[in-house]
């Protein structure tokens, strides 16, 4: 019998409003899948794509990146620098010929923990569907 594919994310979640919303759904014992191992970070803008490619190198199937809502970050603007890294990411995954859905970004703010579950729920389906990453570690010989 062959073992169910069960997907390895990484979140790198913002310290004020996602890590937050993660911090908020657990306590209000909101159930979502434990896919994800999340990385709090002072900002989304401090997220580098260097970190991002080095998750997916590593054998994670796939990056959630969660922020602040857009004129709502805490450092004014990093929301907005995290926005431009994610999208010149998928620009160079495309080129690579590498799946760009494999990177999410989303803002979620403090008071959503609902919506926190929801997103983590949702990402994790997909990447099942998708399988193993297939840049990842684990699926090299």
């Known amino acids: 019998m062959e073992k169910e594919f069960d997907p390895k994310i990484v979140g790198f979640f913002c310290n004020w409003c996602t890590a937050a919303a993660a911090d908020l759904a657990g306590t209000s014992r909101i159930q979502y899948p434990a896919n ?27 990056v959630l990146i969660g922020g602040c809502h857009p004129n709502d970050c805490h450092y004014v603007n990093g ?28 803002w979620i703010s403090a008071a959503e923990g609902v919506r926190f579950a929801k997103v983590v729920r949702q990402m994790t389906e997909e990447i099942k569907e998708k399988g193993p990453n297939p840049m990842g570690k684990s699926t090299q010989t």
């Open 36 to 62: 994800v191992r999340p990385i709090r970070v002072m900002c989304s803008g401090s997220v580098d794509a260097s970190y991002v490619i080095k998750a997916l190198l590593e054998g994670a199937d796939g």
């Open 79 to 106: 929301n907005y620098k995290a926005r431009r890294r994610v999208a010149l990411l998928k620009s160079i995954l495309t080129t690579l010929d590498l799946d760009p859905d494999r990177v999410w970004l989303r």
